[in-house]
């Protein structure tokens, strides 16, 4: 037996979220969160205060996360050319700065100290991760959202291979394995 409020959350699952919603919904749910929580772990006798101020914290957690993730899918259409000549580019510094931060953050654990550069570091490697989450999601499927019946994972095995207008097939195709084993 299936109820108006079962087919509605079916209905509303298979549109994707538009940005706006993303930038509101995500950090008043994880506002919201964070008050139950605190609600829920506070043995004493809870003051309003203290739920407001984990509201408020999860609300700005909230906004660091899905704020870039909102921003990248509203304005990833126009960004389709700076991102195509840049986004090798920046994803490249990203990473490396990602990689310099996690060493930092290996050797700080190794030698069991922890001062504030380990902290700038944590907060780098978290940045760096919401950047390339939201070029992710910017260079994805050519600006278009991605579908909720998929999940956002990866391709399935039938999708046609991306490359650039005019650009050439795949050097691995069969006839190249073929001429790779016939010389090897």
């Known amino acids: 037996m299936k109820t108006s409020a079962i087919r509605w959350i079916r209905a509303v699952a298979r549109q994707p979220l538009r940005p706006i919603t ?3 919904a995500g950090p008043l749910s994880l506002g919201l969160a964070y008050a139950v929580a ?3 772990s506070l043995r004493e006798k809870y003051v309003w205060s203290q739920l407001w101020v984990a509201f408020g914290i999860g609300v700005v957690l909230g906004l660091t996360v899905f ?4 921003t990248a899918l ?5 960004l ?3 991102l195509g ?3 090798f580019h920046v994803q490249w510094y990203v990473s490396m700065s990602m990689a310099i931060s996690l060493g930092y953050i290996a050797a700080s654990v ?3 100290a922890v001062d504030d550069i380990t902290v700038v570091a944590m907060l780098v490697v978290f940045a760096c991760a919401l950047a390339k989450t939201a070029l ?3 260079f994805r499927d050519g600006g278009e959202p991605p579908e909720s019946r998929t999940g956002g994972g990866p391709r399935p095995p039938s999708a046609p291979v991306l490359r650039p207008p005019g650009g050439r097939p795949p050097i691995l195709s069969e006839a190249a394995r073929l001429k790779q084993d016939a010389l090897g």
């Open 74 to 78: 509203a304005f990833r259409a126009r």
């Open 80 to 82: 389709a050319d700076w």
């Open 22 to 24: 993303i930038a509101v």
């Open 38 to 40: 605190v609600f829920l």
């Open 136 to 138: 992710g999601i910017a």
């Open 110 to 112: 190794h030698q069991k």
């Open 85 to 87: 000549r840049y986004g």
């Open 67 to 70: 704020a870039p993730i909102a």
